[in-house]
Structure formats: C-alpha cells, structure tokens
C-alpha cells in the first residue's frame, strides 16, 4: 500500500509522504491531545517528558546523573531493576506529577515509548565514551568556544564527507540533536522559545532508519561532550550573548547541512524537518543580533505559550 501510495505521489506531483521507517518521536494520541487540551497545556505530557528526557540525556554521564537533572526539572522517575540482579538497572519510566488515570495513578512512559533512541540501552550506549571524560571544564569561555567548534567541524564533515562517508554522517547528525538541544535549554531556560522549538524539528532529521544505532565517530563524541558541557554551565549569562550567538549560527550551519543531506539521499520528511529547525535558529539568531545591536524588536516573539507544564511550543497537527 505505501508503495502504492509513492507511485501516486510521484506520477500526479503530489506532496511525498514519509515511509514508516521510525525515524519520527511516538506522537501523542487523540486523548492525549484532547486531555491536555482540557487542562489548558500548552503541550502534552508525552512531548514535554520527550524534551526533558532528550536534555537530561544530553547532560547527564550516566544514569545517576541522567535521573538527578530529571528530578531536578521536576519529573518522576521510576527505574526498572533486572529480575535476576535486583541492583542492576534494566530500563526506566517517567511520569510528570498530577498527570493521572481515572483512578489517580500516575501514567508512565518508557523512555523507548518517546524515541527509540531514548531507550535506556541506548542511552546507557551513549554515555561510554562521555563518562569516560570527566567532569567538563568549569572554564566559560572555554566551553562555548569548544562548543562553537564542534558544530563547525560537523557541519564542514557532513558537507565534504556526507555521501561518501554515511556512518560519520549519521552519528553526526544524531549528535546534533543534543548539542541543540543543550544550546537551547542554556540560552531560553524551561520556558522555551524558538531554540526549543528548533530542537523538536530537527529530531526525526536526527534519527537513522529503522531506529538503528549509529556508529561512533570522533565528530559525533566531541558534539556529544560539547552539549554535556554547555549543560554542566547552566543557563547563559547575559555577558554570554555574543558567545552564545556563535554557537547558535554554527548550529544552523551544520542543521542546514545535515538537511541538504538527508534530502540528497531522498528522506524528505527527515529534511523537512530539518529545514523547520534551521527556521527556528535563524529566528533565534536574527532577534539575539538585534538585541546585540541595540535594536531589537517584537516581531519574532518565542513561538512557545505559557501552559501548566515547562515551557516548548504547543501541540503541532502531524504531517500526512
């Protein structure tokens, strides 16, 4: 049926609908759109616990520390133990509190429920080589600039290497998604903006095939060590800006490249998605240079609305 579907897309020059390669977060349900509604939030629960999860991944060295920046963001936690080692951790659920059944329980998700690629194997997978670092440089300028270079080397990687080296280029773009997404938490906090956005568009361009796990390059580890770090800093001090806006048009840079990619290898909804990141960041970017300069203006307002959950824009009808 859905090549069936493609013949038709291509011969009448229809709009090309994406395959079902999981490469796209698990959407929210009807009810869960219509309960959030009914509450007045901004968002569901299940995409709110999608970007806390994402940049407390990003953060975090390990467990602990992922289940730490958890709690500190205010999201339950509840860890799954192995059945035959007690002490040793197998998987994980989280919950945001107040958000219940009918009969007042909590309702969980599995980290691989939101994305395969926060399952708890595969983010215990991407923490080896981060924990094995140590902890970040406590240096500012330091971890802004290395920041900065991480996103530039990606971006320049992608461009020469992208179609002859695809394993480089798919854990680049994978680790883009956490270098966005820390960039955005420094610099909009957990009310959000067009950063947050951004780092919500980009994450089906992220994502390889089939939810397959990239394999490690030396470009993907330093994106990678780069968003613990920004993460590890905290939010962005005002003396920062400029420091910050480098980051972000290195980002967009290397977000602009890895979309020209996908669309070269004809995954179109993966490039659609990030072409509406690269929206976001030059929004961000082109009101932070306004500002910079003295002069800025109203006109590209944070897309985000104020609900009863953390910040991040509102619900978004899914693409057919």
């Known amino acids: ?40 939030r901004s968002e569901t629960p299940r995409r709110a616990l999608l970007r806390e999860v994402r940049v407390a991944a990003a953060g975090a060295g ?11 963001a205010g999201v339950l936690v509840r860890p799954r133990m192995s059945q035959t080692e007690p002490e040793v951790v197998t998987g994980y659920a989280v919950s945001w509190p107040g958000d219940t059944d009918a009969n007042g ?34 240096d500012r300028s330091a971890v802004w600039a290395e920041a900065r270079e991480a996103a530039a080397r990606g971006s320049a990687m992608v461009r020469a290497h992208g179609l002859t080296d695809p394993a480089m280029a798919a854990d680049v773009a994978h680790a883009t998604a956490a270098q966005l997404a820390a960039a955005a938490r420094s610099c909009e906090g957990l009310r959000g903006g ?17 939810a397959k796990p990239p394999a ?57 998605g990030a072409g509406a990141a690269a929206e976001g960041l030059r929004a961000h970017a082109t009101t932070a240079a306004r500002t910079a300069a ?18 991040g824009p509102p619900p978004r009808r899914p693409r057919r």
């Open 216 to 272: 490690r390059s030396d470009t993907g580890t330093a994106l990678r060590l780069s968003a613990r770090a920004l993460l590890v800093l905290g939010r962005a001090q005002r003396s920062e800006a400029a420091q910050a806006l480098a980051v972000v048009l290195q980002l967009l840079a290397l977000v602009e490249a890895v979309g020209e990619l996908r669309r070269a290898q004809k995954r179109f909804a993966q490039a659609d």
């Open 294 to 311: 003295g002069t800025a203006t109203t006109t590209l307002a944070p897309r985000a609305t104020p609900g009863q959950l953390p910040g």
């Open 1 to 40: 049926m859905g090549e069936a579907c493609r013949a038709v897309e291509a011969k009448f020059g229809l709009r090309v609908t994406a395959r079902r390669d999981r490469t796209a977060p698990k959407r929210a349900s009807r009810a869960e759109t219509e309960k959030a509604c009914r509450r007045g």
């Open 105 to 138: 329980r909590p309702i969980w998700y599995g980290g691989g429920k939101l994305h395969a690629d926060l399952s708890y194997a595969r983010l215990n997978a991407s923490w080896a080589g981060v924990e094995s670092s140590g902890v970040p440089s406590p």
């Open 194 to 210: 067009p950063l947050t956005a951004a780092s919500a568009d980009y994450e089906r361009a992220a994502a390889e095939l089939w």
């Open 62 to 72: 390990g467990f602990d520390e992922f289940q730490a920046r958890l709690a500190r």
